[in-house]
């Protein structure tokens, strides 16, 4: 589902009286995207937490996460030849993935490339993004503005989610970078409905973007997306399909190479 700051806050609340582990590790390991949204929308989990009403204090849990953890496992997945830019990391399901986020709170490092430089790595050289400073994204965000493209955040992740990520990298948060493109937050942002050709039109995009069309890896990483495909295709492999994506999934004998190659 999208998540806005009035869902966010609903679901803590129903979560912390059903007496769930709302520490920042517990609620990680079973509803990452929860924690992330909330990182992204109230500036960190805790502010989240606190913002429906929850004594933080008493939903933490120990070990906290600290910069000499967070250090550690960036080194280690280097070492490892890992790929560590934040694309790549947000996917993981591990304690690497989970270190990424927990780097974006202000106690600690506020963004992962400063974690990645007290690592003693150079962000630049890690990044796939393009070169981006603010200037160029609000002139780019403008640009999709005029142009009629979406310009929201959802938008933006499904087209070109290299800008989406260097938007919340260089500005406080997306409205900011919207503002600072002389926007208006408040009418570029849109809850989709969705349509059959919108739809469509999403599941190229994705595809084009490099991303596995598997029906777990969609319904795991784009839940609006899946959720639409079920609404009006019946499942989401009828919507791809529909999209003209072929699928292949890979043989065991496939899998076996990938993890060879992998292990050289």
Not at 49 to 62: K, N, P, Q
Not at 88 to 99: C, H, I, M, P, Q
Not at 250 to 261: E, G, H, L, P, V
């Amino acid at each position: 589902m999208p998540w806005h700051k009035s869902s966010i806050l609903r679901e803590l609340a129903r979560l912390h009286k059903a007496g769930s582990d709302l520490s920042y590790n517990g609620l990680a390991k079973v509803h990452q995207a929860l924690v992330s949204a909330s990182a992204y929308h109230f500036g960190s989990y805790r502010r989240a937490v606190e913002s429906a009403g929850i004594d933080y204090a008493t939903v933490l849990r120990r070990p906290r996460w600290t910069r000499q953890a967070i250090v550690a496992l960036i080194k280690s997945g280097s070492r490892k030849g890992e790929k560590l830019h934040w694309s790549a990391v947000t996917r993981r399901r591990d304690e690497l993935g989970r270190a990424a986020f927990a780097s974006l709170q202000p106690r600690l490092f506020g963004q992962w490339d400063r974690a990645l430089k007290a690592a003693g790595l150079d962000a630049d050289d890690i990044s796939i993004y393009r070169r981006w400073n603010k200037i160029r994204i609000a002139r780019k965000l403008k640009q999709l503005s005029r142009e009629g493209q979406g310009a929201s955040s959802g938008a933006i992740q499904l087209s070109d989610p290299g800008l989406h990520a260097a938007a919340i990298r260089h500005f406080e948060n997306f409205d900011a970078a919207l503002r600072a493109a002389k926007l208006d937050p408040d009418k570029i942002r849109q809850r989709k409905r969705w349509t059959k050709p919108a739809l469509l039109s999403a599941i190229k995009s994705i595809s084009k973007n490099g991303r596995r069309m598997s029906d777990n890896q969609i319904r795991r990483n784009s839940p609006a997306i899946y959720g639409a495909s079920i609404r009006l295709f019946g499942s989401f492999v009828t919507a791809r399909a529909a999209a003209g994506i072929t699928f292949k999934r890979k043989s065991n004998r496939q899998d076996a190479k990938s993890a060879k190659k992998n292990a050289k």
